[in-house]
Structure formats: structure tokens, C-alpha cells
């Protein structure tokens, strides 16, 4: 049994009276997004949703069970193929509970998960096999994602079904982020291995965390058995979408991915929209959206619950971001909610190929260390630009409700205790030296921050055109700042912080709109 009915004479009808008016149905379609761009203060092209023929397939026709015992993986790809070369389709999953390994989305094909479908994913290793790929801005290795696509065209993932990742088999655990009962629970478990207040899945993701020396990227292997060795370390994406165009993400739930949530990666005209994501507050890297090097995205309506950051704007690290020189640009955010991570919105810190022309509106954050986080470091080139937020409300941010940090060290906020203002000298300015400027915030309310604003650009490219107006926050401290220029704050009201806005090394920093209030 399908879960949607598809009404033929409703749509003869329809696209009869298109036709008598003048118009056809791709305009349409284009047409309904519209809304979520008025007011984008830049020029954009509106997303367009992905067409697929009316074609549909259950993952039943192929063999597919639902029990949760049996192994639905060959059924599932075969489904997705078949539709794919037949010209398109939708592939459903109906209600039921559906045991898979990793599942290829192919060109043409929506995968719609109804209600009550429940699809999880296989927790053993090696049935993920080990590619090339980018994780964290760089060219690596990692374990095949769960679900991915590449160099696709008209995909989506749709339906109200949920997708559970079984991360918690992939994941290291630091023993400070969960309760004695859960810490116990995980040293229990079998083949587990403890290195002082880390836990691990196994000896081997322990052999692969200690060769990384860039995050979680490990460093000098030279052959594939050297990777097989470490193979319990290389946790993927849950969803990778690299170099795709027309990608749709709509009403599923996803939770407890291995690593990051939602990556697409080089895509263009991306919608992800009334999409929930859930990872635990404990989940190293538990990113909820990581979008990379994307042109043309909307991301609407959504509710993320994050171990890591939450909707995270990136365009690839150092020299591998620099050489694939693709920015990230051309994105709307709206309307959506972050509960938990270390940013609510974030850019960066891997921004090496630039960010441009993005704009986030109506928002709201509440008990992520950060509200907006802006990172990045020396060795990162790139060039973020043309950010324009407003309307961001936030509650209970244990750290800074506003930071621009360029001296990331790999850490949360609240790992890094934000690190007071320093003097260093400066260095001379190259490819690999960040640029964050024009970059537009107005109507944040904040109540109960640690802190309202850390700034800390560079000595030899300080923070540069950064204004800021309409801000109401409610915070211990108001806030640092250091090389920063050209900043402007106009009816910024601080309530109840200790202390004064203080400023190092900072050049034409307009104050006069800042009221202090207890």
C-alpha cells in the first residue's frame, strides 16, 4: 500500500486549465517558494522544487519486508534504480520498520518515507565501505554514508517517515557530556575501549582519533590497509549529497547520525524544508546542517536539535577549500528553530573558498553556546561577505550571543571559555589570510546570555564593516572587542551585564547607540 493517492483526473484538469490560461506548469512550481524571498536584501534567483514523473514503486515490489529483522538494503537500491532508469519517480517506504545498509539516491527518484516509517540503519562498520571523500573542509577518506548521492540530479528525500543513523555505535564520548548512568551504560558495552575520561567504540577508532592532527581528519596513512585499520574511526555523514543539482529535503525526521547530520556538498538550487533533525547534546560532531560550497539554497521551517552546530554555512578548509575555490553563497534561512549545539547559526570555521550573500530571518536559538557564531583561523584564506540577520530570537546562551572569533582552536565556546582579548603581532597578509566584512545584524533579542558580544579579528585583517542595530540583550557581561573596524551599533541596549564594552586595537567603532541597563 502506497501512503499518498494521486488524483489523474484532478491533475488533467489542472494543468488543462494552465494551459487555456497562458502558463505551464514548470512556472508554477517555480513560483512557490517566492514568499520566503521577499525582502532578501540582495538579488537571488528563488529556488525551484525538483519535478518527477508520475511513476511509484514501494520498496515491497522489490522484496522489502518492514520487520526490522531482515536486511532491506538490496531491495531498497534495487527500487531506487529501477525508477531512476525508467526516467524518475517516487520510491516509497511504507509504515513498518525498515534494517538497511547504505542506500544510493540516484537522479530522478524521490524516496518518501510515510508516516510510521521507521528506516535504521545497520550499526556494524563494515558494511560501510571506506571512500573518497571531503569531511570537515578537506580531501580524505571516510565510511560511505548511510544515504548519498553523486553528481545527481532531481533528488529528494520526502514523506514524515524517520531515519535513525545509529551513531551511537560510530561515536566517541566524552565522559564530562553524559550522566554516570549513561557512562556506565557505555562501558558495558562489548569491544569498547577507555582512555582516561574518552570512551570509544573500539581499540580502533581510539588508533584512529590519536593520527589526527587536523580535527578528525587523520594524517600520513599511505595505504588502503592502513585505512582498513582505522576503519571504526572514519564515522560518515549521515546524508551526503555531493555535486547534485535540484535537491529536496522535506518533512522527515532524522536522528542520531555518526558524525554530521545533513551535508550537501557542491550542490546547487537546494531546498530543505519542515525537516526536524535530533542528535544528542553529548554527539561529538553531531552537526545538524552543514552546508558546503552550495549555491542557491533555502532552508525553511525547520526544527534542529544539535550535538555540535546547528545550521552551519562552510566552503571547505585551507588549501583543499582554496584549490576547489567554490563559495557558499546565495542562502536564505527562515523561519526555523535551534533548541541545542554550539551555534545556532554558524559560518565557518572551514570558509576557505568564501562565503557571499546569505540571509537568515525570524529565527530562534535557545541553549546553544552560541547564538551566531562566526570562526575561522589563520591558514584559511577565503572571504566571507554580504551576511545579512535580523529578527533572531535567543534564551538561556551559557557563552556569547554574538561572537566573531579568528582564532578557532577546533573547540566549542564553552570548551574554549571564549579566551580574553589578546595582542599579537601581526602577520604578513596572503591567500591564507581570512576576510570577514560586510556584515549586517539587526532586531536580536537575547534574554539570559553569558556574555553579549566577543569580537576578535586579526592585527593584519581586523573584523571589517560589521553593524549592528536594534539589539535587546540581557547578559552578565556586555562584551569584548579586538581589531575590529568600522563598526557601528545603533540602539544596541545591554541589560544587567557587570561591566562595559571594552576595546583593543580597534579603529572607528561607533558607540553612541549602545545603552546600558540594569
Request: glycine content about 8%; proline content about 4%; hydrophobic content about 35%.
Amino acid at each position: 500500500m502506497y501512503c499518498y493517492k494521486f488524483n489523474l483526473l484532478s491533475s488533467i484538469t489542472l494543468l488543462l486549465a494552465c494551459t487555456l490560461a497562458g502558463c505551464n506548469v514548470q512556472e508554477e512550481k517555480s513560483s512557490e517558494f517566492e514568499a520566503y524571498y521577499k525582502n532578501v536584501p540582495f538579488e537571488t534567483q528563488p529556488v525551484e522544487r525538483p519535478l518527477f514523473n508520475n511513476y511509484t514503486v514501494s520498496v515491497t515490489d522489490f522484496g522489502a519486508v518492514g520487520d526490522g529483522v531482515a536486511d532491506e538494503t538490496q531491495a531498497i537500491n534495487n527500487a531506487i534504480t529501477a525508477v531512476s532508469e525508467k526516467g524518475g519517480g517516487r520510491v516509497v517506504i511504507p509504515a513498518g520498520i525498515w534494517y538497511t545498509g547504505p542506500i544510493e539516491l540516484k537522479s530522478g527518484v524521490d524516496l518518501h518515507a510515510c508516516r510510521n516509517a521507521l528506516i535504521i540503519f545497520n550499526d556494524d562498520p563494515n558494511v560501510y565501505p571506506i571512500i573518497e571523500t571531503s569531511f570537515e573542509g578537506l580531501n580524505t577518506r571516510r565510511c560511505t554514508s548511510p544515504i548519498w548521492a553523486r553528481n545527481a540530479e532531481n533528488i529528494a528525500l520526502t514523506g514524515e517517515g524517520v531515519y535513525d543513523g545509529a551513531g551511537d555505535s560510530w561515536r566517541f564520548v566524552r565522559r564530562e557530556k553524559v550522566t554516570e548512568s549513561q557512562w556506565n551504560e557505555l562501558l558495558s558495552r562489548p569491544g569498547c575501549y577507555v582512555n582516561g575520561d574518552l570512551w570509544y567504540p573500539s581499540k580502533e577508532s581510539y588508533q584512529g582519533h590519536i593520527i589526527c592532527d587536523a580535527f578528525n581528519n587523520p594524517q600520513g596513512l599511505e595505504d588502503d590497509d592502513e585505512w582498513e585499520a582505522i576503519r571504526h574511526w572514519l564515522r560518515p555523514v549521515m546524508f551526503s549529497f555531493i555535486e547534485c543539482r535540484n535537491l529536496l529535503v522535506e518533512d522527515v525526521t532524522l536522528r542520531n547520525s555518526p558524525a554530521w547530520m545533513l551535508h550537501p556538498l557542491m550542490c546547487e538550487n537546494v531546498i530543505i524544508k519542515n525537516v526536524k533533525i535530533f542528535n544528542p547534546w553529548y554527539s561529538q560532531n553531531g552537526d545538524a546542517l552543514d552546508v558546503e560550497s552550495c549555491r542557491r539554497v533555502l532552508i525553511a521551517d525547520c526544527l534542529f536539535d544539535a550535538g555540535d552546530d546547528g545550521i552551519c554555512i562552510k566552503s571547505g578548509k585551507d588549501a583543499d577549500g582554496r584549490m576547489r575555490a567554490m563559495p557558499c553563497s546565495h542562502v536564505v534561512v527562515r523561519n526555523s528553530q535551534v533548541l541545542h549545539g554550539h551555534g545556532g547559526f554558524v559560518v565557518g570555521s572551514e570558509m576557505s573558498g568564501g562565503v557571499n550573500h546569505i540571509y537568515v530571518e525570524n529565527c530562534t536559538f535557545t541553549g546553544t553556546d552560541v547564538g551566531l557564531r562566526f570562526k575561522s583561523a589563520r591558514g584559511r584564506g577565503g572571504v566571507v561577505e554580504d551576511i545579512y540577520i535580523e529578527n533572531i530570537n535567543m534564551c538561556d546562551i551559557p557563552t556569547d550571543a554574538l561572537t566573531f572569533n579568528l582564532y578557532y582552536n577546533g573547540k566549542s565556546v564553552s570548551e574554549d571559555d571564549g579566551s580574553g582579548l589578546k595582542s599579537i603581532t601581526a602577520e604578513p597578509v596572503t591567500e591564507e589570510t581570512p576576510e570577514f566584512r560586510n556584515i549586517y545584524i539587526k532586531n536580536i533579542k537575547c534574554r539570559n546570555a553569558n556574555r553579549a558580544m566577543y569580537f576578535h579579528g586579526l592585527p593584519e585583517m581586523p573584523l571589517k564593516n560589521i553593524v549592528i542595530e536594534d539589539v535587546d540583550i540581557t547578559a552578565n557581561q556586555s562584551g569584548q572587542f579586538a581589531y575590529s573596524d568600522s563598526i557601528t551599533m545603533r540602539r544596541v541596549r545591554i541589560n544587567k551585564a557587570a561591566s562595559t564594552f571594552a576595546f583593543n586595537n580597534c579603529n572607528m567603532v561607533d558607540t553612541t547607540g549602545i545603552a546600558y541597563a540594569q
